[in-house]
């Protein structure tokens, strides 16, 4: 991809209820501490390889402004780190929506988020591999 400006534009959010109907209904999640990651292999409106949400529950943090603080955070993180994870989507040919759901009970310090996030990405690419394994065999 070779637009690396570090923007979060409007075509990468993930805002379209059906594809986030489906992806709660038929999808893969796996947990890296401190999130739910939630996600499914989709046809996207956009041409970005990605499309993500943000989710903080209203359980834990009764008050909007930390559950948005909590929001901003991760998808600042997300910002600043989606260039790699871009590449890698990019390189299979692939397109992904995706949840990141904020597990504990406490606001964690972006430092602590940070490289959870970076480690959760990369495994949505592993998790992608182990349900699409690349052949081997080219033409028999």
């Given amino acids: 991809m070779e637009n690396t400006r570090f923007t979060f534009s409007k075509a990468e ?10 992806l709660f209904s038929d999808s893969n999640s796996f947990v890296t501490y401190p999130f739910r990651i939630v996600w499914k292999e989709a046809e996207l409106p956009s041409n970005f ?9 209203k359980r834990c943090f009764k008050r909007a ?4 603080l909590i929001k901003r955070r991760i998808r600042e993180i997300y910002r ?4 790699p994870f871009y ?6 040919n692939i ?3 995706f949840m990141i759901v904020y597990l ?9 988020m940070e490289p959870r996030l970076k480690a959760a990405l990369q495994k949505i690419i592993r998790e992608y591999e182990k349900r ?4 081997t065999d080219s033409a028999d």
């Fill in 13 to 22: 959010r993930l805002t379209n209820k059906t594809l986030i109907e489906e």
């Fill in 49 to 57: 390889p990605a499309q993500v949400a943000v989710s903080v529950s």
């Fill in 65 to 68: 402004v930390k559950r948005n």
């Fill in 80 to 83: 600043l780190n989606k260039h």
């Fill in 87 to 92: 590449q890698e989507l990019v390189k299979r």
């Fill in 95 to 97: 397109q992904i929506s």
């Fill in 104 to 112: 504990p009970r406490t606001i964690l310090p972006s430092a602590e």
């Fill in 132 to 135: 699409h394994p690349i052949s």
